[in-house]
């Protein structure tokens, strides 16, 4: 028979432990029993489902309903808002939680977040252009609906990439340009605030302030901006402070009648006062040569002439002359019929004007005349409605504008700053049918004195010369002779006479009084000095144009046409015609300064001897050519003595006690043209005779 096993009999439940052995839990270790078999008394003590049941029970959260209405945004998008999950305090987020004693994420520190992969440059590139184009749409689309659109552009170009910060900058020039409305924006005054408006003044009044807000903040990032413009970029591109200076330019030019004009003439104005003449210089130069050519009413003219001249005074005149220059592309040259001086503006008497031209009256009944009322009313409201700048306000800007422009000449040529006389001298004869008559005699003396200190500093350069050629040896050559002051006096003796040719001849000489003897008789004297100078035709390196980098050769704009930029040659020609062309001259001073000049024409070369016939052929002898023509006559000699080509006064060289032998040898010269000029002058001697 067999056996069967014992049952093994298992202790399910441990017994019921009384208050001294009793525990939050059945799975801690009791400190009391011994160590050897603590296992097995422990596993033995064991109860799982207690310890189940002890456990906090996560309940799943009930999601709240979203009641809240789509909403849409500033770009143009309907979304709809998203609640925040808020979480409690002592479910899952509790410190002595269960769940953060298994949960091994727990574990890791605070501070250490999840390595997010980087964006490549050109990639972020691409969708910022993409964005940029996306709000650039919305904006032109309605520019009242998205007028927080103009911030997004603002936050794009806060990139640190200086592609996006330059590409969001030209978006903004773009935005600007095309939303900016034809006037100023006034700011809100508190009285206004109280004002009730409707709906549709106040959606155009908060849209004028954004916009103004906006523009405010562009151009104050552009003015940041600029600053920099003086680094150049290591690999050769375009920095981000030359885009800066292009947009304001371009801005200037488009809108010169929005808000914040100064700030931007400002920007201008700084980089024309630094010395490095880049293409952001030259970019600046042009902008306010346009700006003045292009101004119709005068305040931004008198803005920029303003913030310009206290600029000037500032560095104390040491800037470039081509910066000097812009006041010669003023409208006022054209446009304004006062006279002017440093302090005061004199009008034109009412006589002086003009006067009227009487029409004869036209017969109209009362019905014509009703409708020509009423349509002069409507006139008058369309000009109203587009602005027009009335005369006298014109007339008002232009006359302050002239008044710092001769403040700014007249203070240089007080200074006698040497890179600047050339700019000046050359503004004074364009000005000259403007300035007041009662300033010539202040005006002609400040120029007798340049050309005083420019003969007694050639004199002393002369001397100078002397003694360093008698002291080196003689294996070197001897220096060039510096023609600066000649060309100095040239310029000083054209400008005296372009004021008086500015104003009306009787005035001049029933008025004025004005003696220019000094003038003509320094030219006088310079003829035989110019004649023998081996640099007459030769140009130095401040009297060339600068040159323009930014602009390619085949647009490049044709030069216009400015004296102190020519040639020595082309000023003797302005400064002879303006003496010997009026026909009040006396023919002693004319037949002198014939005689003369054919003399010079021996050793000339062969293009200023061609000009010098062409100038007496064309323009002396047409004029004076009687009372000149006894110098072709050996049988006709007047007056006793001989002739002083020496003696320094024209008036008193006694000319026609010699003759005109210089054509037989011009006819001989190895030039065509000199010889062809010599038989055009004696064939208009002999037709004159």
């Known amino acids: 028979m067999t056996i069967a096993p014992a049952v093994k009999r298992r202790r399910i439940s441990p017994p019921i432990p009384t208050d001294d052995e009793s525990s939050p839990s059945t799975l801690v270790v009791q400190p009391d029993e011994p160590s050897s078999n603590s296992f097995f008394t422990n596993a033995a003590r ?12 996560k309940q799943k959260k009930k999601e709240k309903e979203n009641t809240r209405l789509p909403i849409k945004t500033a770009e143009g998008r309907v979304e709809q808002l998203q609640l925040s999950e808020i979480k409690e305090d002592g ?7 269960e769940n953060d004693d ?10 250490v977040e999840e390595d997010r992969p980087e964006i490549p440059v050109r990639q972020q590139i691409v969708e910022a252009k993409e964005e940029l184009a996306r709000v650039a749409g919305l904006i032109g689309e309605n520019p009242e609906e998205h007028v ?31 939303v900016i409305p034809g006037y100023r924006i006034r700011p809100i005054a508190e009285s206004d605030l109280a004002e009730k408006l409707s709906k549709e003044v106040r959606r155009l009044r908060s849209f004028e302030q954004a916009l103004a807000g906006s523009y405010q903040t562009y151009v104050k990032e552009l003015t940041k901006l600029a600053k920099s413009s003086h680094q150049d970029s290591p690999d050769g591109t375009t920095t981000v402070g030359h885009v800066a200076i292009s947009c304001a330019c371009a801005l200037l030019l488009a809108v010169p009648h929005f808000n914040f004009r100064g700030e931007l003439l400002k920007i201008l104005i700084n980089k024309l006062s630094g010395k490095k003449m880049d293409a952001s210089f030259h970019k600046c130069r042009e902008t306010m040569e346009t700006l003045f050519r292009e101004d119709e009413d005068g305040h931004a003219s008198l803005d920029a002439v303003t913030i310009l001249t206290r600029m000037m005074k500032a560095r104390n005149y040491r800037v470039d002359e081509s910066v000097l220059n812009t006041f010669l592309h003023l409208r006022l040259l054209s446009e304004f019929s006062s006279k002017a001086s440093q302090t005061q503006v004199d009008k034109l008497p009412p006589g002086e004007k003009g006067k009227s031209v009487k029409v004869k009256r036209e017969f109209r009944t009362k019905k014509q005349r009703k409708q020509l009322k009423e349509r002069k009313a409507v006139e008058k409201e369309f000009k109203e409605a587009d602005a027009i700048v009335s005369h006298e306000e014109r007339d008002r800007m232009q006359a302050e504008t002239l008044k710092l422009v001769f403040v700014t000449y007249f203070r240089i040529l007080k200074a006698r700053t040497p890179a600047l006389m050339g700019a000046v001298l050359e503004g004074l004869a364009k000005y000259a049918h403007l300035i007041n008559q009662d300033f010539f005699g202040d005006l002609l003396e400040a120029l007798k004195d340049l050309i005083t200190s420019y003969m007694s500093m050639e004199e002393v350069n002369e001397e100078v010369a002397t003694t360093e050629d008698e002291t080196k040896p003689n294996t070197e050559e001897p220096a060039a002779p510096s023609t600066s002051a000649t060309r100095a006096s040239l310029l000083c003796i054209t400008t005296a006479f372009a004021l008086l040719a500015g104003q009306d001849a009787a005035r001049a000489a029933s008025l004025l009084h004005l ?13 035989p000095h110019l004649a023998l100078s081996p640099d007459l035709e030769h140009v130095s390196r401040h009297q060339k144009r600068p040159r323009q980098p930014h602009l390619p050769e085949t647009n490049t ?73 006894a110098l072709w006559n050996t049988d006709e000699t007047k007056g006793d003595g001989v002739f002083d080509p020496l003696g320094g006064d024209p008036d008193g060289s006694n000319p026609f006690a010699a003759t005109v032998w210089e054509g037989e040898l011009l006819r001989l010269h190895f030039c065509p043209g ?16």
């Open 46 to 57: 064991w109860n799982l489902e207690q310890d189940y049941e002890q456990r906090p029970r």
């Open 148 to 178: 927080g659109a103009y911030r997004t552009l603002a936050q794009i170009a806060a990139s640190e990439i200086p592609t996006i910060k330059k590409l969001a900058l030209v978006t903004q020039l773009a935005v600007f340009k095309d």
């Open 557 to 629: 704009p044709p030069a216009t046409k400015v004296v102190n930029l020519q040639t020595t040659p082309s000023l003797l020609l302005h400064a002879l015609a303006a003496n010997l062309t009026p026909r009040p001259t006396p023919p002693v001073r004319v037949a002198a300064f014939t005689k003369q000049l054919l003399t010079m024409s021996l050793q000339l070369p062969e293009k200023p001897a061609s000009a010098l016939l062409a100038l007496l052929h064309g323009q002396v002898v047409r004029t004076h050519g009687r009372k000149i023509a």
């Open 91 to 97: 479910e899952d987020s509790g410190p002595g939680s």
């Open 674 to 689: 000199v010889r062809d000029g010599v038989a055009e002058l004696e064939k208009g001697i002999g037709g004159v005779g």
């Open 102 to 111: 298994n949960d091994p994420a727990s574990e890791k520190p605070a501070d």
């Open 515 to 527: 003696d220019l003897t000094f003038f003509t008789t320094h030219l006088y004297r310079s003829l």
